[in-house]
């Protein structure tokens, strides 16, 4: 929505952009996190929390930054997880562009900038993606992270993108989509992806014929804490990222190309990968308390 308000009076013809961040329990990340989107250089933006009934402190924290800034609302409510909630926020989104962020990661000071700069002047492209830098839970650099494909990301390629990148994600956290009313006849996320919905959303829109592009550029930083979905619900994880490429035609030689060329291809590719020895070491490490104990070690 163009010609709003900012906090100082002036008027604006920067887009409103909505970010919506659903959240369960995360009070020792929700804070951070909602602070590096309040905080951020883009100013005209709204922040929707979808709260599922949080038994921590983290009402008492909503509570508190929406009195200190009118842009952040929010919504405390049961739900059926991440899925339902992101539903609920993309519903209440005023926004032209739209964000979705996780509560226990958060942005870089100028993410939000960078995005709509971005998709102002390329309104071809349904949505912009960033590099992640990972950190710890007290946010503190791990010293690696995931890059954003480097290429077109649209229907011809996502085969290939599927196949050819292993853990260097072609989309993540850092994603930015716009504008709204052109995602609406793709509904919202899917709930029988309970764990990948933003990636089966992703693909979803590539799929219709949609472009997303990237920027080569850190937009969020990523928490490895041993709570985290992908940690501990890793055997879903694999279970849905399974049925995303069956969807998209993915045969047993496929699998054996990403599991191979892919994974090599995704760390020589990525800038920010682990130095081979350490990558090597957590990769058994994970590997073997996977059999052990059915978990990864995140």
Not at 236 to 260: F, N
Request: glycine residues 8%; positive net charge.
């Amino acid at each position: 929505m163009s010609g709003k308000n900012q906090p100082n009076g002036r008027e604006t013809t920067d887009p409103l952009v909505s970010i919506i961040v659903p959240t369960m329990n995360r009070g020792p990340f929700l804070e951070r996190c909602l602070k590096s989107i309040l905080q951020q250089s883009y100013r005209n933006l709204e922040c929707l929390v979808m709260d599922g009934a949080s038994k921590d402190n983290s009402l008492s924290i909503l509570e508190r930054l929406a009195q200190q800034d009118p842009r952040l609302r929010f919504r405390s409510e049961p739900d059926h997880g991440e899925v339902e909630a992101t539903n609920k926020g993309l519903q209440l989104a005023r926004g032209d562009l739209v964000g979705i962020q996780a509560s226990d990661d958060f942005y870089t000071p100028d993410a939000l900038e960078s995005a709509v700069d971005f998709l102002r002047r390329h309104p071809n492209y349904i949505g912009v993606a960033g590099d992640a830098w990972f950190v710890d839970p007290q946010g503190n650099p791990l010293g690696r992270g995931m890059i954003t494909y480097r290429g077109p990301m649209n229907r011809q390629t996502l085969r290939r993108l599927l196949i050819l990148r292993y853990k260097t994600s072609f989309l993540n956290h850092g994603t930015f989509l716009g504008w709204r009313q052109r995602l609406q006849p793709y509904g919202g996320f899917n709930p029988e992806f309970s764990v990948t919905p933003d990636l089966e959303f992703y693909t979803r829109l590539l799929a219709a014929g949609e472009e997303i592009a990237c920027l080569p550029r850190v937009q969020v930083h990523y928490t490895i804490h041993p709570e985290m979905g992908a940690v501990q619900h890793w055997r879903k994880v694999e279970a849905q990222l399974r049925r995303i490429h069956d969807r998209h035609g993915l045969r047993w030689h496929h699998h054996l190309l990403r599991l191979t060329v892919g994974r090599l291809l995704s760390y020589l590719s990525n800038p920010l990968r682990t130095p081979l020895i350490p990558g090597l070491r957590r990769e058994l490490r994970d590997w073997w308390c996977r059999r052990v104990t059915g978990r990864r070690t995140g």
